[in-house]
């Protein structure tokens, strides 16, 4: 009898169990599913590339996954031109009035492609007497969101600004809408402390806020916006990637 057996036998006879050797500390971790999503950017009353926007729009879409903080990655898909022409803030008065059969869909069903998040970014105006626009806004159901991929691709779209490129935050706050979150002012108390909303510096510095001092999400939302994104959105995903969750 080899010395390992004659260990091993006297290891049993104690009643001392044997450990594993070759088992990795990862198999004690939760398995962390990351969905990886598609974006398609829709330059709306362009015939011809500006670089500018290109890169604006690459910008954005960095500082997106910085601020999903690789809960949720985003890819940049397709760049789209088209000449056809609106403004935001009379699409957004359609569809809140229900009429976005009208303007909106003459405008995007020839030209928009199902299997994305699809950015459609038009021109914007002061609204009368301020100098406030309307930066974006985000077609969603509030109920019955299983059946997002039978109404696809009407519910796969965000409407933005040009201008709201430049300060990169409004495309994180539409995409926060998108994938099932509200204004922090939209939610009870005890809501807002399931999502880490705890302070009114909590709440001013939230994504979902409006306002300069915007810079975060918390872990709930962070987490609330993954589940949804893999319960709801799958079909607008490249992949899904699953890795080992740090603890």
Sequence with gaps: MSWMSMMLTAL????ISVPNMVQSDYTENPIMETPVMRINVYMMGMIE???????????NIDFLNEEFEGVIEFEFNQFFMDHGQAYLPDLHKEYMNFEEASTIDALI????????INV?????YAIHGTNQALMGFTPRLKAQQETYQL????????????EGLDNKSTLVHEMGHFLGLNHPWELSGSKKMAFGIRTNADESHNHMSYGPDVNKFTAQQLESMRKHALQYRKYLMDRVVSTYART
Excluded: Q, W
């Design 12 to 15: 049993l006879c104690l009643n």
């Design 49 to 59: 590339v500006d670089p500018e926007i290109t890169v604006l729009v690459n910008e």
């Design 109 to 116: 069903k020839p030209i928009e492609v199902e299997g994305a």
């Design 120 to 124: 459609f970014l038009f021109d914007t």
């Design 151 to 162: 109404n696809s691709p009407n519910f796969d779209r965000i409407f933005m600004a040009y």
